[in-house]
Nanobody, 119 residues
Framework: QVQLVESGGGSVQAGGSLRLSCATS????????MGWFRRAPGKEREFLAA??????????NYADSVKGRFTISGDNAKNTVYLQMLSLKPEDTAVYYC??????????WGQGTQVTVSS
């Protein structure tokens, strides 16, 4: 059973940065996609970034809303995916989730970590 646990959320002022972590257990980083999402109060869940491990290749993609500010990366040895967030804005306030896609959609989700950005 794959489990995902996010950490690294917190409260920061606008312009600050945070690095979120998503530790996985039960599955190695091979032939899967790990994604980061967020849900702000009163809004739909929003895709942020994904990293795909396919054979010996790794691919990343980002939502336009965070491109250039957020960076997704992974540490295969630790089975952990990160989301580095820079230049945070109050509108980045949300619960952030990581999820795993094993080739049929994002089937496993973490519990989420709160990020609050104050102006």
């Amino acid at each position: 059973q794959v489990q995902l646990v996010e950490s690294g959320g917190g409260s920061v002022q606008a312009g600050g940065s945070l690095r979120l972590s998503c530790a996985t257990s039960g599955r190695t980083f091979s032939d899967l996609t790990m994604g980061w999402f967020r849900r702000a109060p009163g809004k739909e869940r929003e895709f942020l970034a994904a990293i795909t491990y396919s054979g010996s290749s790794t691919y990343t993609n980002y939502a336009d809303s965070v491109k250039g500010r957020f960076t997704i990366s992974g540490d295969n040895a630790k089975n952990t995916v990160y989301l580095q967030m820079l230049s945070l804005k109050p509108e980045d306030t949300a619960v952030y989730y990581c999820a795993a896609d094993f080739d049929s959609g994002y089937a496993r989700w973490g519990q989420g970590t709160q990020v609050t950005v104050s102006s």
